[in-house]
C-alpha cells in the first residue's frame, strides 16, 4: 500500500465487545447487536440506520455472508462486505473499512468481526479429515513446527512458554469481557495435558464465541464528535508462502509478521518500534506465537524472546506490556472477531478506559495477527492524535 | 528360461506375545506373531513388498501385476490396480487379484510364470500379502500372522526357475470367512487336519514328484504351509522329511501369514540359496497346489533384499493387548464409523498422482523441487514447466517435527514431521520411530500406509519411517 494512503485520515470513534465465551444461549445475531450498540454509544451513534455509511464485517465460520450482520443490525440500503482471511479475518476487515473512509467513499464505516465457532460441538482442537495429506490438521500441529527448530537454535524451552501463558491468564483476571478469569501456576502449565509439543492446554488459545466492532470515521469529522477520537496509523495485510511447504523454510519465524510489520511500520513512520509503540495485542493463539512474534514485530532482537520473557519486559508494568486484556489466550479467540477485539482494547488503552489494567500513558498502540498455516498476516497501528 | 528375477518381503515390526494374548505378562524372547498396526493392511503391506522387491530395478518393463489376499479391503474394486499406482509402475499393464483361498498367493505366483512363459507378458510383479483376523481371544488368534511377499516373474536374470508344479481342488469348510464377517472361521481341528490340509498337501506334492521324476530328498528346502505349528509338524511327519530339510515356517516368530504365506517361506528360503539348489513350495486352501524351483546362477549377483530375516530382526513389542484392540479397530471405545460419505471419489480422482504415486515435480527453469504439483514455481514462479517426480523411492530428512496427541491413533502421539526430499517441504507423519528418537536431520524414507478410513473406506498416503541403517 501507498505509504501516505491512510495514516491520520481515519479515525476511530467508537468501540464495543460482547462477552467472550461459550455462548450457548446467544446466536451470532446476538452478540453482533451486543458489540455493534456498544459501539454506536461509544461513537454517540443514535440513529445507525441513518449515520452507517457502509459496514466491513469478517468471519471465518458463517456460511451466510455480510447478510447476518445486515440483517442482525436492520442496516439495508448499503453495502455490506464479509470479508475472510484467516486469524487476520478482523483486522483485514478493519483495513477495508479504513481504506473505504480514506478514499473518500464514506463517512462513517461499522467495522465488525465475528464468529461462533462453538455451534460445532467441537472441544478445543478438531482434526480436519478432508484430504489424506498434511495430517493431522490442527492449528496446534502447525504452529508448533518451529518449536524443536527455535528450541534447538536458540535455546529456548517449555519454561519460557510458560511464563507467557502465566501472563496472559493473570491479565485476563483483569479484563471484564475476558472469557477466562483463572491464574495459572507454573505447575499447573506442566501438568496440563499436551495437545501438540510442546503445547499443552495452557499454551493453547481458548476457542470461543465472540463479536466486536469499531466505527470510523473521517478524522476532520471525527475532531467534532470527541477529543479523544484514536487515530489510524497504519493498517498492514498481507499473504505470505506457506510455510510447510516453502522451499528453504528454516522454522525460526512466522515470516509473514515481520514483513507485515515493516509495511505498516513505513506507513506509520516508525523507526524504532521497540522504543516507540507503548503497548501491543500479539496473535497468542499458542503461546509460543506470541514469543516468536516479539522478535518479528522487532520489539526485541532475534533469539532474545527469552530473557526479555525472564524480566517481565511484556507484563503488565513492564516496558512494553503485550496481551493486556489475557489475549486469545484468557479474552479468548471467536476467529473473525479477534483482529477487532484487539482494537477495541488497544483503544480503551490510549483512552485510559482500561481499568484495572490499564498501563501508563501509551501513545501509540500495535495489533497483529497471523493464521492459517500461517500464511495470513495483519498489523494495524493506532495512536492519540 | 523362466522365474524369479527378485523378491522381496514386508513383516510389520508390530509383535504381539502370545503372553499377552493369553493375559499374562510377556517373557523375554517367548512366542510372538507379527500384527500389522492401525496404519497398515493388505494393500500398504504389498507396497512396501513391493518396494523391497523392486529396489535398485526399473519398473519400466513392468507390465502386470498380480496381487493375492484374501483381506483386501474392498469387495469390488480391485487391489492390483491400486498397488500399481502406489508403485507408479507403467499405465499399460495386465493387472488381476487372486483371492477367495490361502493358496492365492501361490496361484498368483504360477499365473505369473505362465503368463511370462506363453509370452503374453514380458515382467509381472506378484504380491501376496493378508492380514487376516481371528475373533479375539479365540484359539486361532495366535496362529495367524500378517505379512507380504512380492516377486518379479521374468524370462531374464532369473535367480529361480520354475521346474514343476501340480495342483488339485477340493470343497471343503475348513477355513473360510463370510461377507460382511472381519473373522475367519474353522470347523473342529482333527477334521481340518485329517481331512482337509494333510490329504491335498500330500497329494499335491506327490503329484509333482511324480511329474517331475523326483523324490523329497532332491530338494534342498521344502517349504509347508500350514494353519498352525501342529499341522506343518504332522504334514512333515506324514512325508517322512528330513529336518534339515524343512524350511522354517517362523511359527512364533511371525504366524501363519493367509496368502502371503507361501511367498514368505519361499522369500527365506532364497535367502539362504546356493545355485544349483531346488527348492519344493506347497500351499493349501481348497485343494492345495505345489510348485518346485531350481536356483540359478544369477542370485549370487542380486544385491540383498530386505526379506523375513531382515524384517524378523526388526521389532517393536505391542505394549498391551489392548493396543492390539485398537489398532485393528477391535476396541469399543473405537469410533463408530458414520454415515459420512467420505472423501470426495473426484478428488480422489485428480490427487492419485500427489497421494498414490507420491509424485512431485522439479521446475525446469529454476530446479526447485515440490510437492504436491504446482501451476506456479515456489520458487521462481514459472508457470507450468515442470518434469514429474517420483519421491517414493528417495531418501529424505526430517526439517522439524511435533508430537500431535489428538490424531485418533492407538498409542498416541503422532509424530508429525516437515520432512525434505529431494528438496520438496513435505507435512509428513512419521512411524515406527518412538518419540524420542526423532530428531532433526534425521535420514528417513517413504512408506505407503493407510492414513484414516473416513467413509468407511481406507484412505492412503504416504508416511515416513526412520531410513534403516543398513539400507
Known amino acids: 500500500m501507498r505509504k501516505d494512503a491512510i495514516r491520520d485520515k481515519v479515525s476511530i470513534i467508537g468501540v464495543g465487545c460482547c462477552q467472550f465465551g461459550e455462548n450457548w444461549d446467544q446466536s451470532p445475531s446476538d452478540m453482533i447487536v451486543d458489540a455493534a450498540y456498544e459501539a454506536y454509544a461509544d461513537a454517540g451513534i443514535e440513529n445507525p440506520q441513518a449515520q452507517i455509511d457502509a459496514v466491513f464485517t469478517g468471519s471465518i465460520y458463517s456460511n451466510k455472508g455480510p447478510h447476518e450482520c445486515s440483517d442482525a443490525l436492520k442496516l439495508f440500503n448499503k453495502p455490506v462486505t464479509m470479508v475472510s482471511n484467516y486469524c487476520a479475518t478482523g483486522t483485514d476487515a478493519f483495513r477495508c473499512g479504513v481504506m473505504a473512509v480514506a478514499c473518500g467513499a464514506y463517512d462513517t464505516v461499522l467495522v465488525l468481526g465475528y464468529d461462533k465457532p462453538k455451534d460445532r460441538g467441537v472441544s478445543g482442537p478438531s482434526v480436519m479429515m478432508d484430504g489424506v495429506r498434511d495430517l493431522p490438521k490442527t492449528p496446534a500441529g502447525w504452529f508448533s513446527l518451529c518449536a524443536a527448530t527455535y528450541f534447538k537454535k536458540y535455546g529456548a524451552s517449555r519454561d519460557d512458554l510458560a511464563r507467557i501463558a502465566i501472563k496472559n491468564h493473570h491479565n485476563g483476571t483483569l479484563a471484564p469481557r475476558s472469557f477466562l478469569k483463572r491464574e495459572i501456576t507454573l505447575e499447573d502449565y506442566k501438568k496440563a495435558r499436551l495437545i501438540s509439543w510442546p503445547f499443552g492446554v495452557y499454551d493453547c488459545a481458548a476457542q470461543t464465541d465472540g463479536a466486536a466492532a469499531a466505527i470510523i470515521t473521517r478524522s476532520d469529522l471525527a475532531k467534532n464528535l470527541r477529543d479523544d477520537h484514536v487515530l489510524v496509523k497504519a493498517v498492514s495485510v498481507q499473504a505470505g508462502p506457506n510455510p510447510q511447504r516453502e522451499p528453504g523454510n528454516d522454522f525460526l519465524s512466522w515470516k509473514p509478521t515481520a514483513s507485515t510489520a515493516a509495511e505498516a511500520y513505513a506507513q506509520a513512520g516508525i523507526a524504532d518500534p521497540r522504543a516507540e509503540i507503548g503497548i501491543a495485542q500479539v496473535h497468542d493463539c499458542f503461546s509460543l506465537t506470541e514469543l516468536l512474534s516479539y522478535e518479528d514485530l522487532g520489539f526485541c532482537e532475534k533469539g532474545s524472546a527469552k530473557e526479555h520473557i525472564a524480566s517481565g519486559y511484556f507484563e503488565l508494568d513492564g516496558e512494553l506490556p503485550v496481551n493486556t486484556d489475557g489475549g486469545l489466550k484468557s479474552f479468548g479467540h471467536p476467529t473473525g472477531a479477534t483482529g477487532v477485539r484487539m482494537i477495541y482494547e488497544n483503544v480503551l488503552q490510549l483512552q485510559g478506559r482500561a481499568e484495572k489494567r490499564q498501563i501508563a500513558n501509551p501513545k501509540l498502540a500495535l495489533s497483529h495477527n497471523i493464521g492459517g498455516h500461517p500464511t495470513a498476516c495483519g498489523v494495524a497501528i493506532i495512536g492519540l492524535p | ?471
Not at chain 2, 314 to 337: F, I, N, Q
Open chain 2, 1 to 471: 528360461m523362466i522365474g524369479i528375477q527378485s523378491y522381496g518381503a514386508y513383516i510389520p515390526p508390530t509383535r504381539l506375545s502370545f503372553a499377552s494374548m493369553a493375559g499374562r505378562p510377556a517373557v523375554e524372547d517367548g512366542p510372538e506373531k507379527a500384527v500389522a498396526w492401525n496404519d497398515e493392511d493388505s494393500v500398504t503391506m504389498a507396497v512396501a513388498a513391493a518396494l523391497n522387491c523392486l529396489r535398485g530395478l526399473g519398473r519400466e518393463e513392468i507390465d502386470g501385476l498380480f496381487f493375492a489376499s484374501t483381506t483386501y479391503p474392498f469387495m469390488e474394486k480391485q487391489g492390483a490396480s491400486l498397488i500399481a499406482r502406489a508403485l507408479d509402475l507403467p499405465r499399460s499393464l495386465r493387472t488381476a487379484d487372486y483371492t477367495g483361498s490361502l493358496r492365492a498367493g501361490l496361484s498368483a505366483l504360477r499365473g505369473a510364470l505362465d503368463a511370462v512363459a506363453a509370452g503374453s507378458a514380458r515382467k509381472v510383479l506378484v504380491v501376496a500379502s493378508d492380514c487376516r483376523m481371528a475373533a479375539p481371544r479365540s484359539a486361532l488368534e495366535m496362529n495367524f500372522g500378517d505379512g507380504a511377499a512380492a516377486f518379479l516373474i521374468s524370462a531374464d536374470g532369473v535367480i529361480a526357475s520354475l521346474e514343476s508344479s501340480h495342483a488339485i481342488a477340493e470343497e471343503i469348510l475348513d477355513f473360510w470367512r463370510s461377507e460382511g464377517d472381519p473373522y475367519v472361521h474353522t470347523w473342529e481341528d482333527r477334521f481340518v487336519i485329517q481331512e482337509g490340509y494333510l490329504p491335498q498337501m500330500v497329494e499335491a506334492l506327490q503329484g509333482l514328484l511324480h511329474a517331475s521324476g523326483t523324490t523329497l530328498t532332491d530338494y534342498a528346502k521344502v517349504m509347508l504351509c500350514a494353519p498352525d505349528k501342529r499341522s506343518h509338524g504332522t504334514a512333515a511327519r506324514a512325508l517322512k522329511l528330513d529336518p534339515t530339510r524343512i524350511q522354517d515356517p517362523l511359527f512364533g516368530k511371525l504366524g501363519s501369514a493367509g496368502a502371503a504365506f507361501a511367498g514368505l517361506q519361499l522369500a527365506a528360503a532364497l535367502e539362504s540359496a546356493a545355485p544349483g539348489d531346488r527348492l519344493l513350495l506347497a500351499s493349501h486352501g481348497d485343494g492345495a497346489e505345489a510348485a518346485s524351483f531350481e536356483v540359478g546362477a544369477a542370485i549370487a549377483k542380486l544385491p540383498a533384499r530386505r526379506g523375513v530375516s531382515w524384517h524378523l530382526a526388526r521389532r517393536r513389542a505391542v505394549p498391551s493387548y489392548d493396543h492390539y484392540l485398537k489398532a485393528r479397530g477391535l476396541h469399543p471405545s473405537e469410533w463408530t464409523k458414520g454415515s459420512d460419505p467420505g472423501l470426495s471419489a473426484t478428488i480422489h480422482y485428480r490427487e492419485r498422482d500427489a497421494d498414490l504415486s507420491f509424485c512431485g515435480q522439479r521446475c525446469n527453469a529454476c530446479g526447485t523441487v515440490q510437492f504436491p504439483a504446482q501451476r506456479v514455481c515456489d520458487s521462481c514462479f514459472a508457470k507450468d514447466d515442470f518434469a514429474r517426480l517420483r519421491l517414493s523411492d528417495k531418501v529424505g530428512k526430517v526439517v522439524t517435527y511435533t508430537f500431535d496427541y489428538f490424531f485418533p491413533t492407538p498409542d498416541p502421539p503422532t509424530v508429525v514431521t516437515i520432512s525434505e526430499i529431494e528438496g520438496a517441504r513435505i507435512h509428513l507423519q512419521l512411524v515406527d520411530c518412538p518419540p524420542e528418537q526423532v530428531a532433526i536431520d534425521m535420514p528417513i524414507e517413504p512408506t505407503f500406509r493407510r492414513i484414516h478410513d473416513v467413509g468407511g473406506r481406507p484412505n492412503y498416503f504416504w508416511k515416513g519411517i526412520p531410513l534403516p541403517e543398513d539400507a
